[in-house]
Every structure is written in C-alpha cells, then in structure tokens.
C-alpha cells in the first residue's frame, strides 16, 4: 500500500534526516519508514505486555513453578 503525504519538517529535523540517511546509505524514506515500524514494535510490545499483566493479574499463581516447556507442554494437548 502506498500512502501519498506531504511531510512538513523544519529545516533542523530535515538536515538530520539527510545526515541519518547518508550515514546509513539509505534513503529518507527508508529511514523515515524504519523509525516507524521500530516505533510501532516498541508500542505492539507495550499492548501485549499490559494484556499478559491483565491476565497474569487475575490469576496471580498461574505460573509459578511451571517452566515454559511445561506450559508448551500443557498447550499443545
């Protein structure tokens, strides 16, 4: 999919990203497009952590004394 914007940086953050884009021998848009997807795994790694403490949190014992190959284990019967 493409998405067609029109970015407005200011002339500082236009010269860093010229600065990282050479540096690493890629363009602006793969830089812009790298800081994105990065950003949103940190964000997608936050949702599933607060959703793990939501359900580790209504049973607080569910996993104490169990390695992860006994819950593989207790998953895949």
């Known amino acids: 999919?493409?998405?067609r914007k029109n970015f407005i940086?200011?002339?500082e953050t236009a010269e860093h990203l010229?600065?990282?884009a050479k540096r690493d021998g890629?363009?602006?848009t793969?830089?812009?497009k790298d800081l994105?997807?990065?950003e949103y795994k940190?964000?997608?790694?936050?949702?599933?952590?607060?959703?793990?403490n939501s359900i580790a949190g209504s049973m607080p014992d569910a996993f104490v004394g169990k390695s992860i190959q006994?819950?593989?284990?207790?998953?895949?019967?």
């Open 1 to 3: 999919m493409r998405v």
């Open 9 to 11: 940086f200011d002339e």
């Open 18 to 20: 010229e600065k990282l």
């Open 26 to 28: 890629k363009t602006q």
């Open 30 to 32: 793969q830089v812009v």
């Open 36 to 38: 994105i997807e990065e």
């Open 42 to 52: 940190t964000i997608s790694k936050e949702e599933k952590l607060k959703i793990l």
């Open 70 to 77: 006994s819950i593989k284990a207790s998953m895949d019967v």
